[in-house]
């Protein structure tokens, strides 16, 4: 027997995009349901980005989720950029007028909105199976799914909102021939791992060595993240603790600094691409953060890319649906990308300057040497990074 009910907008996926969506939503007093395929437990501690740019963070205290986030959050002013065994400073606050980053990891961003939404009487149903989004060329989509019960649910709504990641089903679903992708995968991947040691810095050191990239970021002052350049179809097998060790300190090192190592409590390898699709809407379904599109890691931008989407698209459908007008959702699309080719480029940019390229030769070496020099040495060039670093225009959540 099939369960039928009917939402406003219908939310595919529990990460920080559906979620911050439905948050929104609900402060314009729209509903919607959100369905994950995967536990709460799980949602709450998949390890993934780290880093918040300065709109995001104002975003988050503007709308009531800023309490734990002000408590724990540790603020950066700047980073350090290391190469040819030297460690340089840029002082993002006196760069941009300001500006600066928050670490505040993603888990803890989807903790606190899991329970916000949960506390407000949302329904989030975890652990779905055979997710599909269907009457696509109509105004009222359908979204069916089977709980974790096993009872099969079709859902009638207004808009669906595909917020289902990289691997999810919704862009797909948008008819063939629609949508465009852009894409470059790169020729390695990254390493990253948690350690139950104090962070050896006090700000983020992204360290271009002869023998690849390292990172040396945080998670509070008890747990550092460190990240390290492997090859693209490296096997975590091959890197003991030990290992992973011993060549963070080859890489990261320079006289008079000392790296903290500690017990590794996590470590994982992930893949590196660019991917835009567009565009990010047909109708009413609507795609949001990794749905529609990726970048690669350095710089930290995938996160606060899924949240500048949805802050757009909740503006967009509380128009659409509370006064009938559809200007901001037909401008969706394009509205998002823009902000998204910029950080693509960043992204694109902070990746080939910094990663050995094992197809590279002394003519590639001896760019990516020159555009760093250039970035310590000059003001201009190094507010270019700045600016891009600590984030876009502001994200802006009328609350009127
Ligand atoms: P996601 O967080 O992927 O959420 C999508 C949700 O949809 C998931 O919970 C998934 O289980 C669910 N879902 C998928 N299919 C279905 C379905 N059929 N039905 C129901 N639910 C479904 N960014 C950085 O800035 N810095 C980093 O260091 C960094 N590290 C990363 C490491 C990894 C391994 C990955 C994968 C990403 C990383 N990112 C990083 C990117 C950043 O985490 C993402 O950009 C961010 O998670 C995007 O949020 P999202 O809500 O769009 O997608
Ligand atoms: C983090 C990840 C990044 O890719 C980055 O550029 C900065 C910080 C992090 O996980 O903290």
Redesign the pocket.
Known sequence: MTVSSRTQVGI???????LLLSYLLALRGIDSIV????SRAY?EARQ????LETGTVELLRDIGLGMRMDAEGLEHGGIYLQFEGERHHLDFRDLTGGRWVTIYA?TEVVKDLIQARLAAGAMIEFE?RD?EVAELDTDQPVLRFTDAAGARHEVTCDVIAG???????CRDSLPAGLVTIAERLYPYSWLGILATVPPSTDELIYARHDDGFALHTMRSPQVSRLYLQVPADEEIERWPDDRIWSELQHRLTVPGWDLKEGPITEK?I?PMRSFVASPMRHRRLFL????AH?VP?TG????NL?IADVTALATALTQLLRDGNAELAEAYSDTCLGRVWRATHFSWWMTSMLHVDPRSDQFGAQLQLAQLRYVISSRAAATTLAENYTGYYPLSWPLT
Request: aromatic share 2%; hydrophobic share 40%; proline share 5%.
């Open positions: 595919v996926g529990a990460g920080p995009a559906g369905v994950e395929n995967r949602c993934r980005a780290g880093l993603q779905v997710t917020c289902d990641g990289f691997h999810g089903i994982a992930s949001a953060g990794d749905a990726i890691p930290a931008k995938g996160l899924a």
